[in-house]
């Protein structure tokens, strides 16, 4: 409430841009631009899950999301077969495979009292390998129009990115202003304490839980277009981002305090720090130092204020 | 009549599941229980099982480390490089990184900060580090440890026997000495143990730099085995210490863990991926399968503490 | 005072005092132990005495007063340590060792001195040797892990442990409540016990609601209420009866009765043999701490889902443990108020802000929070008026029963006025209240009153018998009359 975290990851995010165009004298700037709409469009997906999972507080963390990418790129891919006018089909197969996986992580989480991060992490091992014997080495490319709509653009504006915008706009509404949102921010808060105010919290988890691996898919899915084909390390790198995301957006890492515009910020802040330290002529050994020293500045500093909370 | 005491179960129900699936790898196949099978179902066991005992010393004071993976890689590369060719100042790096672990430690306790974050932000200085030292996969492994990998003792292969070396010494640290006690004391209830005047920051970043020597040691004797390095050798063992440490019947909080539990856990994951080979089952399912151990066995010990509240 | 001994005491407290915000925990309390005694030390809720034994044991500070440790003034600098070498150990009805390590090991942690090879096994031979002394037949292995062990048992080795000597001397020990979780033959040991500690010439302090282990093993009994000590005298010239008188107030007049309600129909909540009719304010009283807290939570979880939020909840909760229970920091005064009404504001899952709003002025006026912006930070209230929003979360919904985990703690006198009207208005308008307080002013303004000890129901008094003396004396074992 008080301050705007998030303004930090956006001035952080405009400095890096101004920074790379100015070395290379202006040039670019444009495709810079287009370039790193498109690819923080993939972590603002992922990172919004992972920011309502995280708001549910300590030990809420997802880490099947990578393997619920793969399994929905391939799985999705493989139904629609290239084939036009199973887009949709495709969709939906996606968007099931997220509901599947997040329903099964909060049934494990319950049924096996165990908490969420070794939940997540034992059904991850198992739709990763889901997703391997799917997919069995073979790359199947996804139907045209699906690939021509994952790399186009509209007024000059990646389409993913209008995706991404989109659901970015619906998540803050979820998030500020729907009962859905204030209770997830109760529990994240004090959790025994929603309890007793009569917050539903099983509830509120699985949703979140559905919430985020859905995300993940319909991730995995744009993701798999826009490669022209599903890979089983396509994942990979988003298990890290997706919480690194959050982090440097601002949202508090002990949960119930978030914010959505944060995630944008801080997606388009990863990825232009890559493209500054490639034009500067660093490896990518500088640039994942850096990006490491960045979260654990982030979070040094918000520890530093007010918040101490036992 | 007294029941088993939950310390003893923590131990049996690991014991028990490595017990059974090396049995059925067995029945599966008879030439395993040679001495060459042995080695070979367990070589790659050794570098885990370190890398297992650095993540059950995380746990047993409360936190999570997600940087082993990629601090084990950063090892392999310094070991695969500068530890072969400059013997001085590899080993000069690698204890740097154990003082850079134990700061860790400290400053996540200093300023209360979750471990999960701050450990993932070390994972990218590790996993940069190392690409800046071994940018294509290459170097090669120092000669002892070469030979210290490939030595083929009496009895039993090497795997073996290092496997129960590493449980024994693990064991007595954190089971049996003074300050293994202290460790596990922090995380069961550090609120009485600073009432008691013990120094909770020191034991706090001691155990980390435990930690951290365990994770030197599982990135030497990994390059050991490989004769060369590449900067993501090691990324899967983040999960995979994670996993062995629950399976070895550790948990969460609490400071319950067991070391050998521990060694167990990560032998046992090793042994799912040759089982399913045995099994003509396609190795996909490799990664499939020990995620589903991990089910059974905390399913498992969930019927038997359940079992145990009740009585 | 009390002139039986000459002897220096050992640690002495002359007019202490410590609030606690607008509470005074001590209120100028007088206190002495002397090689060779056991002092018993009684009182109500609120009396002090926990805050007392703080101070003694240097857990707190106390704000006035002097605190002498061998004759000397060490108030500023008291601390645990400082205790702890003093010869000075506690036991706390809550658990203070490691449940995850062995017992041995637990005596290792909380003995520094107890290093160097073996120390495993003199660990264990000597709290053995101590464990048979004390409780023999104890039949606890020192190998054994804290948490495998029994609630009895484990309270058994805290005891133990409290009594052993490794490298100082062990001069005083203050044990509260240590006889809540073992049974009587065992707190029997322990009696015998801690006087032949005394008898060698080493001090006890013991607090306990059993009063006849108190008036049997004690040479002097202290009792406190609202931060004083009122009455202090030979153990040998108090009586149950006595001591409980001593502990209430005397002869207050009741606030006026509300008009008795007519029991009719079935009850709108039943369990473990606790029963609430509609309207009815009826109160849980007893010791803190013996169970009253755990029924409203059962009451509560029972009527309450965890999968999907009612839009008409048969309960509402007030906490009184407001960090724990209650407050959620990070929010504002009005959306911590409006959490459990906001099902009512919302349609198709987005709140209506305006009319979330409004609820807010609306209870700000009518429970009287004092605030100028309801979008104030919840932490910048004091504790009274955060405690309002607390019970406007509860009273602006519309559950018929209202449970509340004595909501007053902490709360100032003015505040405390303005919610009881607030509540026989709420209650003649037909709601019912279940009220667990720890004072004696509030449950005597219950319609019906069901007293606690060890978890269960022990007595139950309606209208007219709800006064001090019945419930204190169905609260401490061993005074029934």
New interface residues.
């Given amino acids: 409430m008080a301050g705007r975290p998030w303004v930090w990851s956006w001035l952080a995010a405009a400095a890096v841009f101004l920074g790379t165009t100015l070395f290379t004298g202006g040039t670019g700037a444009g495709g810079l631009g287009q370039a790193a709409l498109t690819f923080a469009a993939f972590s603002v997906l992922v990172g919004l899950g992972q920011m309502f999972v995280i708001t549910l507080g300590p030990g809420n963390i997802d880490l099947s999301i990578p393997a619920t990418m793969t399994l929905a790129g391939t799985v999705s891919l493989k139904v629609m077969d290239g084939a036009a006018g199973t887009e949709v089909l495709g969709l939906v197969v996606a968007l099931a495979v997220g509901v599947a996986v997040g329903v099964g992580n909060f049934a494990l989480i319950k049924a096996l009292r165990i908490p969420p991060i070794i939940a997540t992490l034992s059904s991850s091992f198992i739709v990763q390998s889901t997703a391997i014997w799917t997919n069995r080495g073979r790359r199947i490319k996804p139907p045209e129009s699906l690939a021509e709509f994952s790399i186009g653009m509209t007024f000059g504006v990646p389409n993913l990115a209008l995706v991404a915008l989109a659901l970015t706009v619906g998540a803050w509404v979820l998030l500020e202003r729907s009962l859905f949102g204030r209770l997830v921010s109760a529990i994240g808060q004090n959790q025994r304490a929603a309890r007793m105010a009569g917050v539903p919290v099983d509830g509120v988890r699985l949703a979140t839980y559905v919430l985020c691996a859905v995300l993940a898919a319909l991730c995995g899915f744009l993701v798999a277009c826009f490669s022209g084909g599903a890979a089983l390390n396509m994942g990979a790198e988003y298990l890290l981002m997706s919480i690194a995301v959050v982090v440097i957006g601002g949202s508090a890492v002990a949960g119930g305090n978030s914010n959505v515009p944060g995630i944008w910020g801080a997606s388009l802040f990863m990825f232009l720090v890559v493209s500054m330290l490639n034009t500067y002529g660093l490896g990518a050994g500088v640039r994942l130092i850096l990006t490491g020293l960045i979260i654990l500045t982030v979070i040094l500093v918000a520890s530093g204020g007010r918040r101490g909370r036992a | 009549m007294r029941r088993i005491p939950a310390e003893a179960l923590r131990v049996l129900v690991p014991a028990f599941s490595f017990v059974a699936l090396l049995a059925a790898v067995f029945w599966l196949q008879p030439r395993a229980m040679s001495y060459l099978g042995l080695n070979l179902l367990f070589n790659l066991a050794v570098p885990i099982a370190l890398a297992t005992i650095a993540q059950m010393l995380i746990i047993a004071i409360n936190d999570l480390d997600l940087s082993i993976g990629t601090f084990v890689s950063f090892v392999a590369c310094v070991t695969a490089t500068y530890l072969h060719d400059a013997p001085l100042v590899g080993a000069l790096i690698l204890m740097a990184s154990i003082g850079v672990y134990a700061l860790v430690g400290a400053v996540i306790y200093l300023r209360d900060l979750p471990s999960i974050v701050v450990s993932l932000g070390m994972s990218f200085v590790w996993a940069g580090l190392a690409v800046l030292i071994l940018p294509a996969p290459g170097g090669a492994a120092p000669d002892w440890v070469r030979a210290l990998m490939t030595v083929k003792p009496p009895l039993a292969p090497m795997a073996v026997i290092a496997s129960v070396i590493i449980a024994a010494v693990a064991h007595l640290i954190v089971m049996r000495s003074s300050f293994g006690v202290a460790l596990r004391g922090v995380g069961g209830n550090a609120r009485s143990m600073s009432r008691a005047g013990w120094s909770v920051l020191r034991l706090r970043a001691a155990t980390y730099a435990l930690a951290g020597l365990f994770g030197v040691m599982a990135g030497v004797t990994l390059v050991g085995l490989t004769t060369a390095a590449d900067a993501n050798i090691a990324l899967r063992y983040t999960l995979l210490t994670i996993a062995g440490v629950i399976l070895g019947g550790g948990e969460f909080t609490g400071g319950r863990v067991s070391a050998i539990g521990a060694v167990i856990g990560a032998l046992t994951l090793t042994l799912a991926g040759s089982f399913l080979t045995f099994l003509r089952l396609s190795n996909d399912w490799q990664i499939g399968a020990q995620g589903a151990i991990l089910f059974l066995v905390l399913a498992v010990r969930l019927v038997l503490n359940r079992r145990e509240g009740a009585a | 005072m009390f002139h039986g001994d000459d002897a220096v005491p050992l640690i002495e407290v002359r007019g202490a005092e410590k609030s606690f915000g607008a509470v005074r925990a001590l209120d100028g309390a007088d206190f002495a132990i002397r090689p060779g005694e056991c002092v018993g030390l009684v009182g109500h809720n609120g009396a002090g005495k926990s805050t007392l034994v703080s101070v003694l044991n240097g857990g707190l500070r106390a704000d006035a007063g002097e605190v002498l440790v061998g004759g000397v003034d060490r108030r500023e600098a008291h601390s645990?340590?400082e205790a702890?070498g003093f010869g000075m150990r506690c036991v706390f009805q809550e658990l203070?060792?490691?449940?995850?390590?062995?017992v041995a090991?637990n005596v290792?942690?909380?003995h520094?001195g107890l290093?160097g090879w073996g120390?495993?096994v003199r660990a264990a031979r000597l709290v053995t040797a101590m464990l048979d002394a004390i409780f023999p037949g104890h039949g606890i292995d020192a190998g054994?892990?804290l948490?495998?062990l029994s609630i009895s048992e484990r309270q058994m080795v805290e005891i133990a442990i409290a009594f052993l000597e490794v490298d100082a001397p062990v001069r005083a020990v203050i044990l509260d409540e240590p006889t809540s979780s073992i049974d009587a033959s065992r707190a029997a040991d322990l009696l015998g016990h801690i006087r032949r500690f005394v008898a060698k010439g080493g001090a006890v302090v013991f607090i306990s609601h059993i009063l006849s282990e108190v008036l049997s093993v004690t040479d002097r009994i202290v009792v406190m209420k609202d931060g004083r000590v009122v009455a202090e005298r030979a153990s040998a010239a108090f009586d149950a009866r006595g001591l409980v008188q001593a502990m209430g107030s005397v002869a207050q007049e009741r606030a006026a009765a509300r008009d008795a309600r007519a029991v009719t129909g079935p009850p709108v909540l039943e369990r473990g043999g606790l029963r609430v009719w509609p309207g009815e304010i009826v109160g849980l009283a007893g010791l803190a701490g013996h169970g009253q807290t755990e029924m409203l939570?059962a009451l509560?979880?029972a009527a309450?889902?965890?999968?999907?939020?009612?839009r008409d909840?048969m309960v509402?909760?007030v906490?009184g443990d407001r960090q724990?229970?209650?407050?959620?920091?990070?929010?504002?005064i009005l959306?911590n108020a409006s959490?459990?009404v906001?099902?009512d504001k919302?349609w198709w899952?987005?709140?209506d802000?305006s009319a979330e709003a409004a609820f807010g002025e609306d209870w700000r006026a009518r429970i009287g929070i004092r605030t100028p912006d309801m979008g104030a930070?919840i932490l910048s209230l004091s504790g009274g008026n955060q405690q309002k929003a607390l019970f406007a979360?509860a009273l602006g919904?519309r559950a018929p029963v209202v449970l509340m985990d004595d909501p007053m703690r902490g709360v100032d006198i003015g505040t405390k006025q303005e919610v009881y009207g607030r509540l026989r208005a709420e209650a003649d308008g037909g709601r019912t209240f279940l009220w667990y307080s720890t004072e004696m002013d509030e449950v005597r303004l219950c319609d019906r009153v069901y007293v606690f000890r060890d978890g269960v129901i022990v007595a139950e008094f309606a209208s007219e018998a709800v006064t001090e003396e019945n419930i204190l004396a169905a609260s401490f074992q061993g005074a029934a009359a």
């Fill in positions: 645990v340590a702890r203070s060792l490691c449940p995850n390590l062995t090991e290792r942690i909380l520094g290093g120390w495993r054994a892990g948490g495998s939570r509560y979880l309450s889902s965890n999968w999907r939020q009612a909840p509402a909760f906490a724990v229970d209650g407050v959620f920091p990070l929010w504002s959306w959490l459990s906001l099902p919302t899952g987005l709140i802000r930070p979360r919904g």
